[in-house]
């Protein structure tokens, strides 16, 4: 690989690129689902290619290629030279890079015991089937989904600056979902977990737990009560909280929207935008959880950014590009999805950053209102507002949680919810997802992690189902 990523330069560089970066990827993604208690399929998927991009004059152009010969890659070079010159006339902002000086990684690495690379199929389908296998039978049970997935590969970069870099993603996580039938009432309950472990994780993390959270959710769902639409004080746990952070507010940190002043935060550095609560972090760190990124697509090492620090504006996400476009610094936030596409400003793992108390403070500070756990999606709007739904939600009375509720909906503007803000906790939980991530510019779903402490918001709007 390394061969074709040096000829790949080389031949660039030749052709009148100003800049070059050339990018090899091995990637494995495996699938397995069951459906009841029957193994319904396997899926293997696995991509190898190398892309290059290269900046000629003040455009890029980008080029690809699956096939690893020399004819190939030269193919691949002359079609990013020839889409950056295509680009000239018509190009706006420059797509010239800020130097940068190289550091190395230095964050949490998860351990791999096991690494999923090196385990043998049967024992993937093993785990999954425990989790199965705990709930099966199980009073109103109607059905059972479980899926295990994972990624697992290599990634290779080299530019014409020299910088050199090599390091092996990886994600792997479960889900289950539930359906149950009670008293003609039909309740849906879904859990998931996913990180950058191996699968020495499902020791802490059993699927029994995970696939018990789902049908003991199912359950509840059924029994649920609607909550009349309004203003109540609310309390979100880190897998709901995470959701906002990076749907909500990272993406409108992110250097390309800030530099065309798309965002609502452009040129907004130093205000304070929500209560001393309101802290937001970025990183390839995965803290516990999340997804490991030890360097972006640009070979940048992935430094923690403090995005919003006790509700003050502090940074920016950048590219070496949109770095360059707005007189900072790269924070190694350049990702693409694969080999076959250029790297665009993307999130790595966004989180709230942790308060000073317990979750059963913060239930006391709330006494009444409403309780979220994880979200089954939502939407959010380049004008700050975002509605999300919640995969669980409880009623919170005398600061306990006192019964289920159905169908619940939070919507807000982030920057009024970032105010509301009163306490968060000491805990810290940031995930990855088996299966999902973020979608951007045609590139999805991107892995990448979010979350954060539980937190007590003074007031929400929030809807119910029926």
């Known amino acids: ?61 980008h080029g690809f290629t699956g096939v690893l010969t020399e004819e190939s890659v030269e193919e691949a070079v002359r079609k990013a030279i020839d889409s950056a010159r295509g680009l000239s006339e018509v190009a706006g902002l420059s797509a010239e890079p800020i130097e940068y000086k190289p550091k190395e990684y230095s964050g949490f690495i998860p351990s791999r015991n096991k690494d999923p690379e090196h385990i043998e199929l049967e024992e993937k389908i093993e785990l999954l089937r425990r989790g199965v296998d705990e709930i099966k039978g199980s009073e109103g049970l109607a059905s059972i989904t479980a899926i295990y997935a994972e990624l697992y590969g290599e990634r290779f970069f080299l530019n014409s600056e020299g910088l050199r870099r090599h390091w092996r993603p990886m994600r792997n996580g479960v889900y289950f979902q539930a359906v149950v039938r009670k008293n003609g009432e039909i309740g849906f309950g879904r859990e998931l977990f996913a990180s950058s472990y191996g ?27 609607t909550i009349k639409p309004g203003k109540y004080p609310l309390v979100a746990d880190p897998t709901f909280i ?27 550095i130093g205000e304070k935008l929500g209560s001393e609560y309101a802290t937001i972090i970025e990183s390839g760190d995965p803290v516990n959880y999340g997804f490991y990124i030890p360097y ?20 920016y996400l950048h590219s070496r590009n949109t770095a360059k476009l707005m007189n900072m610094q ?21 989180y709230f950053g942790p308060g000073d108390m317990t979750k059963e403070e913060l239930f006391e500070l709330v006494k009444r209102g409403v309780y979220t ?30 019964y289920p509720l159905k169908g619940v909906v939070v919507r807000a503007h982030i920057l009024d919810f970032l105010k509301n803000i009163i306490g968060a906790s000491k805990e810290v939980i940031v ?11 045609g590139q999805g779903p991107l892995p990448v992690g979010d979350g954060g402490p539980y937190m007590a918001i003074k007031e929400a709007l929030i809807g119910g189902g029926v």
């Open 1 to 61: 690989m390394w061969d074709l990523l040096e000829y790949a330069v080389e031949k660039a560089l030749k052709l009148g690129a100003g800049f070059v970066e050339a990018r090899g990827e091995k990637q494995v993604t495996n699938i397995i689902r069951f459906s009841n208690e029957v193994l319904k399929s396997i899926e293997s998927t696995s991509l190898i290619g190398i892309g290059i991009t290269v900046v000629v004059g003040k455009s890029r152009g």
């Open 199 to 225: 699968l020495e994780i499902y020791e802490k993390k059993t699927p029994e737990e995970i696939a018990k959270k789902a049908y003991t959710s199912a359950v509840e769902s059924a029994e649920a009560k």
């Open 242 to 268: 995470g959701v906002l952070a990076h749907e909500s507010f990272g993406h409108l940190t992110e250097g390309d929207y800030v530099a065309t002043k798309a965002s609502i935060l452009h040129g907004r």
């Open 296 to 315: 972006d697509d640009e070979g940048v090492a992935t430094e923690k950014v403090v995005l919003l620090d006790k509700g003050i504006l502090k940074a």
């Open 330 to 350: 790269p924070t190694g936030n350049a990702r693409a999805i694969s080999f076959m596409y250029p790297a665009i400003v993307r999130m790595r793992n966004t």
């Open 373 to 402: 756990e994880g979200s089954t999606g939502g939407q959010t709007e380049d004008t700050g507002n975002f509605t999300f739904g919640a995969n669980r939600a409880y009623w919170i009375e005398n600061g306990e949680i006192a």
């Open 431 to 441: 995930m990855s997802s088996p299966l999902g991530g973020c979608g951007k510019g």
